[in-house]
Nanobody, 125 residues
Framework: QLQAFGGGLVQAGGSLRLSCAASGRAFRSYVMGWFRQAPGKEREFVTA????????YVADSVKGRFTISRDNAKNTVYLQMNSLKPEDTAVYYC????????????????????WGQGTLVTVSS
């Protein structure tokens, strides 16, 4: 199971840190990702991290502002979001993929087989 939390309302330019707590399987061995879905839009890739935190993929739309990290001892993945913009408003989902390393499929929801419930981030202008 995955449980995401840390969302909320923040002003443009502000910061939030999302957390995703994993339980029930060896998530520390797998790729973890963050996706987001804005109202009326499809779910989109935000960022992903390999099993040991040594490699990450980041969407161009958030590059330089968002950082993914993980603490395998705590079975937790984090998404640090800085310089938030109104267009970052969305429900953010964490997900786990059944592989240890990133590949071209890591950008797509179909690669991931476990999903958290989502946490809403609202950025006001």
């Amino acid at each position: 199971q995955l449980q995401a939390f840390g969302g909320g309302l923040v002003q443009a330019g502000g910061s939030l840190r999302l957390s995703c707590a994993a339980s029930g399987r060896a998530f520390r061995s797998y790729v973890m990702g963050w996706f987001r879905q804005a109202p009326g839009k499809e779910r989109e890739f935000v960022t992903a991290i390999n099993w040991n935190g040594g490699n990450t993929y980041v969407a161009d739309s958030v590059k330089g502002r968002f950082t993914i990290s993980r603490d395998n001892a705590k079975n937790t993945v984090y998404l640090q979001m800085n310089s938030l913009k109104p267009e970052d408003t969305a429900v953010y989902y964490c997900a786990s993929a059944p592989r240890a390393t990133l590949d071209s499929g890591s950008y797509f929801p179909d690669r991931y087989d476990y999903w958290g419930q989502g946490t809403l981030v609202t950025v006001s202008s």
